[in-house]
């Protein structure tokens, strides 16, 4: 019961983090052609004949490939070819392992794949291997994100509307100011009008870059003892503010990610941080925060520890889930509103 409802809980927060990155896509490819530094945006280059095994989600899906992100942020292009074995990742020995088409390789996957590299430096697949339970999730992730994606779409085509729009406005407010000044001498008038749209689409412009930018408004630890996913009192007291800050916000997500100390194994610990960031993520549902706020919980295991494992005190400290509210700056910050030219100006 406690796998069942921790997949189903990646499942639907997998869902939304996919449809975020839809909104996002075209400004960070934007950004990242721009500065050329955000090494985790960059796809790694397998050198030819080059042995590699991979593991991590499929970010897309296009005909014969598709794009691989691991644990470390790295992205791989992945080729499907014709002899390429499509299998089950399956957990009892007893038993064949199904196989699978290339058509059930979806987006939202997660997938273990064994290849060689091509001379374009994508990663040609000898075998690819996932579970039944993940062919579940990303089934029902890409049912949900296609229908997010279409609004999301829709969207952008009316703020693309509205850009084009404005465009328009301020070339025709150009053209009325060169009439102006020929009838009477109200040059100045129609170039402040014009400079104001301006101003707006420059506006707007801004506004639909920055839908990705988030600000930190609250970060809150959450710590637990050894070996457990059990909130405290005190702590479900730190969630309430949590919910309740949230709450006042427009534009926000919730971050949660778990960590464990070193005490135990580190498969144990896997599975006991992403308890603890799936305990984190229940309590705040519960006090009504929708589901589609709190972005992809997960357990990072012994990873990224904020104290020394060696001491007693260390290892308390690193037994912690990380809650963070994350405000949008492009849906926060409206565009500043131009002042009304007045009649007299035109004179």
Do not use: H, W
Request: hydrophobic share 35%; glycine share 8%.
């Amino acid at each position: 019961m406690k796998k069942m409802s921790l997949l189903n809980s990646l499942m639907v927060v997998l869902c939304l983090s996919l449809s975020s990155a839809v909104v996002a896509q075209d400004n960070m490819q934007n950004r990242n052609s721009a500065t050329g530094s955000d090494s985790r945006r960059m796809q790694t280059q397998v050198a030819t004949g080059q042995k590699m095994k991979l593991k991590g989600i499929i970010l897309s899906r296009d005909n014969n490939s598709f794009v691989v992100r691991d644990m470390t942020g790295s992205e791989v292009n992945v080729q499907i070819a014709g002899n390429t074995k499509i299998e089950e990742k399956k957990s009892n020995p007893f038993r064949g392992s199904k196989k699978y088409s290339s058509d059930q390789v979806l987006r939202g996957l997660y997938v273990e794949v064994e290849g060689r590299g091509d001379a374009s430096g994508a990663l040609v697949a000898d075998k690819i291997k996932f579970s039944n339970d993940a062919q579940i999730i990303a089934m029902s992730v890409n049912s949900q994100v296609i229908p997010v994606e279409n609004r999301v779409g829709q969207a952008e085509t009316r703020l693309t509307e509205a850009e084009q729009n404005a465009q328009r406005l301020s070339g025709q407010i150009e053209e009325l100011a060169q009439v102006a000044n020929l009838a009477n001498g109200g040059a100045a008038a129609a170039q402040k009008t014009a400079n104001e749209a301006l101003q707006g689409v420059n506006a707007a412009n801004e506004r639909i870059s920055s839908l990705d930018d988030y600000e930190e408004k609250k970060s809150t630890t959450i710590n637990f003892k050894v070996g457990s996913a059990v909130l405290t009192a005190d702590s479900k007291a730190m969630l309430d503010e949590v919910a309740s800050q949230a709450k006042t916000e427009r534009g926000y997500v919730i971050e949660v990610r778990g960590f464990a100390s070193s005490d135990g194994s580190q498969s144990l610990n896997d599975r006991l941080s992403a308890r603890r960031a799936e305990a984190v993520m229940r309590y705040l549902a519960q006090q009504e925060i929708p589901l589609r706020r709190i972005v992809l919980p997960f357990g990072y295991g012994e990873a990224m520890p904020v104290a020394d494992n060696a001491t007693r005190d260390g290892r308390k400290q690193n037994r912690r889930v990380e809650v963070k509210i994350l405000v949008s700056r492009g849906l926060t910050n409206a565009p500043a509103a131009s002042g009304p030219v007045s009649s007299g100006d035109s004179q």
